[in-house]
């Protein structure tokens, strides 16, 4: 007998926003065109030895000279939307609500916006992806100090939805606090560079550094939002959310109670951390029991300012880990749940293949098994897929040639996509687009510009010329298949 009724099966909704994100300051270079001054990474990048290569972002992509050119680029592989992040060192070189807006910065944005919107590509705009302005560090430590950094930021934030608010509908207010946070005021292998052995030195207590960070990041998030809610919301008809790093994690070993429980407390230091304060109003009980006092509190109306701040969760995604317990107490500079975070299973099992990133193993299953976890705990949320992509081990070793053929990438995107697919059409899960990191090719932080992520090749050698790789002519494709036609 037929069913008339039929089955769940991987699919996409209809108007499914795909394309490529990037960011600011790894693309854009021109880092003192039009009275931009510095942000924390172009003072980072001058130190010694923080970044492999000995690089910076000065030059990049150049994408600040070539907005055409990477339009052209999206037009041509058929994106429907580009994320890309706004410098705030552009719009407000000094950083500071006290401090002069700097119209030329403020209207380069506001032309690309009108230039992507007249090739009928949806801008999807991040207004912080790690580019504090400098001077903001100097003044007063950033995000340290929650009563500056809260107020500069969302005056910021103001600025821009007053420039742009008419024509963007997308709003991302921080990328990755997470990374800020902890690689920046902790490890100190992110700008400014804050580093754990100093812990009780005059320099400050790293053992709250982040955590003080992190808090202030959550405000500001919350206070940006409000605005846009209170004062632009109406006019525009925009959303607007928070972009979080969440990689899967597996236990190490499935028999071992502690592991099981150790995997849980991980996902919740990464992701819980952040998405807890937003969905309920507090953070994750895990946290508050290993940290106590270093876990800064919310005061009630504080709480109640953040919950319920997100219109979409926005969502960064690449890899699975395995998480093993730890059996001695938490150090105090502990940030990640008291875990070991390794590749290889109890068994010796590898969860996927090695890349060019020592933390990046592919393992399309666990894109879906977090679409699930995200969406049971917070309620089932609208989501965006903000930044998913692969670097390839060797790639940049290799001839433009042999590059332009990246089928391992072809094969992650492939994969990842249909796990995706499936969360949405067989699970249930809300996703409403997916953003490939990267557009290009572009400096990789720390790792500067030997790791490529981009799914279109850049030639530093050669006038920064953009060449397509296969995986970026896939995506088109691999969407077609899946994209719902009613
Ligand atoms: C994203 O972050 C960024 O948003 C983007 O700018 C960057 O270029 C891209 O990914 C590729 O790296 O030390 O085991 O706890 C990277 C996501 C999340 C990867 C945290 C490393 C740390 C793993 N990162 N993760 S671990």
Not at 234 to 261: H, K
Not at 357 to 363: D, E, G, N, S
Not at 393 to 412: A, P, Q, T
Request: some cysteine.
């Amino acid at each position: 007998i037929l069913s008339t009724t039929s089955m769940p099966e991987a699919s996409l909704p209809k108007d499914f926003l795909w394309g490529f994100a990037t960011a600011s300051y790894q693309i854009e270079g021109a880092v003192h065109a039009d009275g931009r001054l510095d942000s924390i990474w172009d003072t980072f990048c001058r130190k010694p030895g923080k970044i492999a290569d000995g690089s910076s972002g000065e030059v990049a992509c150049d994408s600040y000279n070539r907005t055409g050119e990477d339009i052209a680029l999206l037009k041509d592989l058929g994106a429907k939307a580009y994320r890309f992040s706004l410098s705030w060192s552009r719009i407000i070189p000094l950083g500071g609500r006290n401090d002069p807006v700097n119209q030329p910065g403020l209207d380069f944005y506001v032309k690309f916006v009108d230039d992507l919107l007249a090739a009928g590509i949806v801008p999807m705009v991040t207004l912080f992806h790690w580019d504090l302005p400098d001077a903001l560090d100097k003044r007063y430590g950033g995000p340290l100090n929650k009563e500056e950094f809260t107020q500069d930021f969302v005056h910021y934030a103001r600025t821009v939805f007053e420039a742009m608010g008419s024509r963007v509908k997308h709003w991302i207010t921080f990328n990755e606090p997470w990374c800020s946070a902890v690689l920046g005021y902790n490890v100190g292998v992110f700008a400014p560079g804050r580093t754990s052995d100093r812990s009780k030195s005059e320099e400050g207590d790293s053992s709250t550094e982040c955590w003080i960070a992190g808090h202030s990041m959550l405000l500001a998030h919350a206070m940006a939002v409000k605005v846009y809610r209170d004062e632009f919301k109406e006019r525009d008809g925009g959303e607007i959310g928070i972009t979080l790093n969440g990689d899967w994690c597996e236990p190490w070993d499935t028999d071992d109670p502690a592991d099981v429980e150790a995997w849980q407390r991980r996902l919740e230091f990464v992701i819980g951390w952040f998405a807890d304060p937003i969905y309920f109003g507090h953070y994750p009980a895990s946290m508050k029991r290993q940290l106590g006092d270093r876990l800064p509190n919310f005061t009630p109306d504080e709480a109640e300012l953040i919950k319920g701040t997100n219109d979409f969760y926005g969502m960064n995604h690449y890899c699975t880990n395995y998480i093993r317990h730890r059996s001695d107490p938490a150090d105090a500079n502990d940030f990640g749940g008291n875990v070991d975070v390794l590749q290889e299973n109890k068994a010796g099992e590898a969860i996927g293949p090695p890349t060019q990133a020592v933390w990046l193993r592919p393992y399309a299953q666990g894109f879906r098994k977090l679409l699930n976890w995200i969406s049971e705990r917070y309620g089932g949320p609208k989501i965006y897929v903000t930044e998913n992509g692969t670097c390839i081990l060797g790639e940049n070793d290799k001839s433009r040639e042999e590059i332009l053929e990246d089928e391992f990438r072809v094969w992650y995107f492939r994969t990842y996509i249909q796990a995706m697919a499936e969360a949405v059409g067989v699970d249930g899960v809300d996703v409403r687009g997916y953003l490939a990191w990267s557009l290009l090719d572009n400096f990789e932080w720390a790792d500067g510009y030997g790791t490529r992520f981009g799914a279109t090749y850049v030639d530093y050698e050669g006038g920064q010329k953009r060449y397509p790789k296969k995986s970026a002519k896939t995506l088109r494709e691999i969407f077609e298949g899946l994209i719902k036609k009613e």
